[in-house]
């Protein structure tokens, strides 16, 4: 029998997982900067709350959906439980029974493993992490800007310049209800040039049709912004004016609705004009808090794919800093000079010296020619001379000179010996 992993998911070795550790050093780094704060809630949650706020008649709802069930699950007793979508429905059902509600606005990021029943390709997993933010409390367009602003900042600071920034606003559900029966009325007329797909959505979720990958050439059909109430329009105004100001290129796209129910007013993704996939999306949602029976709390967030951001540095081919070298790597010449080395060892990593030594009883001629495939700064070699006189050779790979030290004075030695390395790499 083979155990394989299961589709859609993804073994992170090493490499990969220090490229994600030192991304979400940088990701931290910046949420400092812009005074937000970590959440972290249940990867487990209960289907309703899906149900209520990304909607029904979502592709993530309607076929999506992980469902968890115990050896005892009693389906008629209990809530069904879910392995999370997506995490702003969980960010507002935590806010709206928290002490955080008390100094608005509330800024909070997350940054874990989502999960969706979606058919696997390039940057499309079954579970897949996400980086997100949301700003919670205020309806001001200059927190959306700020919104806006952290996503280009982020893919800036990754190096990452080959994006397209699209822009939309949907209005309020009023507004949107209105143009939905224009919509549906306009879509029922080119019925039969619709994809199967999509000659169901136009009474179930006209607006997913909008954002349909096959019916791509939708003609004559009735445009989102001339639905929107002239307050609508300033607010979306102000904001293109900002982003002018600030330089930062954006396109209008009248069709992009994004495929979560609980958006209202801006909405916006970013694509990576490589590969065409949406790294970035996110927007307004402003009425979620309420519909989960909470506080009017007015909001806006985004989030990010991990695995598409890491895909798109790789294939920008931008370097990551994250060629860590080893301190040190003991090498043993002889049978008993392995447990002086195996207490060497643990006094060099009590002192902050990140070491290693062979624990395979290689013989002493295989452990030097192993020494090429370690990337450490220094090899310390240990024999029975070294034992009694108590000292050590140390040799500097990079240079390949090598020294005597006392064992006493080892650890000064190499600290010092260190910073020279780095200093001069
Ligand atoms: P979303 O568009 O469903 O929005 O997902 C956001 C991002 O997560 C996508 O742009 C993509 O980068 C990544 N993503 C989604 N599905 C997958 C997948 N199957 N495999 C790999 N990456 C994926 C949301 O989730 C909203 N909660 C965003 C938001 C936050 N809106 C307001 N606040």
Known sequence: MQYIKPRGTKDILPEDAEKRFSLEIILRKIMTNYN????????????DLFVRTVGNDSDIVNKEMFLVKNMKSDENTEPKIVLRPEAT????????????????????????????????????????????VESLGS????????????????????????????INSIGSTISRNKYIEVLK?????????????????????????????????????????????????????????VLNQLNIKYEIDSKLVRGLDYYNDLVFEIKDNNNGLTLVAGGRYDQLSSQLGGKDLPAIGFAMGIERLILALDQAEILWHITKKLDAYIICMSENSRNYASSLIYHLRNNQISANMDYLNRPFKKQIENLDKINCKFAIIIGQKEIENKTVMVKNQKDKTQEEVLTLDLINYLKEGIKKYVKNS
Do not use: W
């Not at 704060?37 to 487990?44: D, F, M, N, S, V």
């Not at 909070?108 to 029943?117: E, I, K, S």
């Not at 919104?147 to 800036?156: N, Q």
């Not at 959505?201 to 349909?212: A, F, Q, T, V, Y």
């Open 139 to 166: 309806n001001n367009y200059l927190i959306d800007i700020e919104i806006i602003t952290l996503a280009i900042t982020i893919l800036k600071t990754l190096n990452l310049t080959n994006f397209t920034l699209k």
């Open 89 to 132: 429905a969980s960010v507002v059902r935590t806010i709206n029974d928290s002490k955080l509600l008390m100094n608005l606005p509330i800024k909070l990021f997350y940054y874990g493993p989502m999960f969706r029943y979606e058919r696997p390709q390039a940057g499309r997993y079954r579970q897949f992490y996400q980086f997100g």
């Open 36 to 47: 937000f704060k970590e959440i972290i809630t249940p990867i487990l949650e209960n289907y």
């Open 185 to 241: 009325n306009d879509l029922n007329k080119i019925k039969s040039n619709l994809c199967n797909d999509c000659q169901t959505r136009i009474n179930k979720n006209p607006l997913r049709i909008l954002d349909c990958k096959i019916d791509t050439n939708l003609k004559n059909i009735a445009n989102i912004h001339d639905y929107l109430t002239e307050q609508e329009k300033e607010n979306f105004n102000n904001i293109k004016i």
